[in-house]
C-alpha cells in the first residue's frame, strides 16, 4: 500500500460515525445495579438516601417536620455501596452532593428520572484547619508554603465523591499552572470520599484540608473554618429526585425542605439558597 492509499483509508477509517457513549446508555448497568429488586417505595415511611455532608442539615429539618405532620422520616447516608440495596427497593428521594455524584448515583437507579434532579442548596469549598488555626493560614496563597501538609477528596475514577477535581479547580482559579504545581506538591493525602479525607487530615495531621463548610461547622472540636476569596471559590450544589412511585407525603417533605423554616436550619451548616 503507498502513502496515498494509506492516508486515503486512514481518512476513510476516521470519517466513519462513531457511536456514542452517553448517559442514557449506561443506566442500570453499574456493579451495584439489581434488575432483580424491585423498586416498591410506598411504605408510610419517606426514605431518603445519599451520600454523607448533607444527612446532618437534612436531619435537624426532618425532626420538625415529623413533629409537625406525624409522618416519619428516615435518612440513610454513607457510602453508596452501603445502601444501594435498600434504595433501589425503597428510596423515595435519593439526594447528590453534586451535579456530577448525582449523574453517577442514578446510573444504579432506573426508577429515577435524570431530568426530574432539582437542586436545592448550594455551598463553597473552604479550607478546614486544625482547631485553633496553628499555622495561621488566612487563605489560598498560605497553602503554597513549603512546610503545609494538604489533604484532598478525589474520587480517582472509582468512587463517586462531590469532592472530585475541587483541589485542582481552585489551585487553577486564576489561570496560574504555578499555583497547580506548588499546591500539588503539598498534597500528602488523596482521599476517596469526605469521610475518609476527615480521617485522613488526622492521621496525617496534615495543616488542611479542602472540603465543604458542614464538615468544619460539625466537628468545631477538632476542625476549624477558613474561607477563601471570591476569585477563588468554587460551588457546587446539593440536589434531589424523587421517585415517580413515592409515598405521597415525600414531595411534602421536599416542599418542606426549602421552606424559610428550613433554610434557617440548613444554614447552620453552610448549606445556601
Known amino acids: ?10 481518512t476513510t477509517v ?6 456514542a457513549d452517553v448517559f442514557s446508555d449506561r443506566v442500570g448497568e453499574t456493579d451495584l445495579a439489581d434488575p432483580a429488586i424491585t423498586h416498591a417505595p410506598e411504605d408510610g415511611i419517606v426514605k431518603l438516601y445519599g451520600a454523607g455532608g448533607p444527612h446532618t442539615a437534612f436531619q435537624k429539618v426532618a425532626d420538625v417536620w415529623q413533629e409537625e405532620t406525624g409522618t416519619e422520616v428516615e435518612i440513610v447516608a454513607g457510602p453508596e455501596a452501603d445502601w444501594s440495596a435498600d434504595a433501589q427497593a425503597d428510596a423515595d428521594i435519593l439526594w447528590g452532593t453534586s451535579e456530577q455524584s448525582m449523574t453517577a448515583f442514578l446510573l444504579t437507579y432506573p426508577a429515577f428520572d435524570h431530568a426530574e434532579v432539582e437542586p436545592i442548596y448550594i455551598r463553597p469549598v473552604v479550607i478546614a484547619v486544625k482547631a485553633g488555626n496553628p499555622k495561621g493560614i488566612e487563605g489560598f496563597d498560605d497553602l503554597l508554603d513549603e512546610d503545609i501538609s494538604i489533604v484532598v477528596t478525589e474520587g480517582a475514577g472509582v468512587y463517586n465523591t462531590s469532592g472530585t477535581g475541587t483541589w485542582e479547580d481552585v489551585a487553577g482559579r486564576l489561570g496560574r499552572l504555578d499555583d ?26 496534615a495543616d488542611a484540608w479542602i472540603t465543604w463548610p458542614n464538615w468544619p461547622l460539625t466537628h468545631q472540636d477538632v476542625l476549624e473554618m477558613v474561607e477563601l476569596d471570591d476569585a477563588r471559590k468554587i460551588w457546587r450544589d446539593v440536589n434531589v429526585v ?6 405521597p407525603a415525600a414531595q411534602d417533605f421536599l416542599d418542606f425542605l426549602v421552606t424559610d423554616e428550613a433554610q434557617e436550619l440548613m444554614a447552620t451548616e453552610g448549606w445556601q439558597r
Do not use: C, W
Not at 476516521?14 to 457511536?19: H, I
Not at 488523596?190 to 488526622?202: D, N, P, V
Open 1 to 10: 500500500m503507498n502513502r496515498l492509499t494509506m492516508l486515503i483509508a486512514t
Open 14 to 19: 476516521a470519517a466513519l460515525p462513531v457511536a
Open 180 to 205: 497547580i504545581a506548588a499546591f500539588r506538591k503539598n498534597i500528602v493525602a488523596y482521599a476517596l470520599g469526605s469521610g475518609a479525607s476527615f480521617q485522613e487530615f488526622q492521621d496525617q495531621d
Open 242 to 247: 424523587i421517585s415517580p412511585n413515592a409515598d
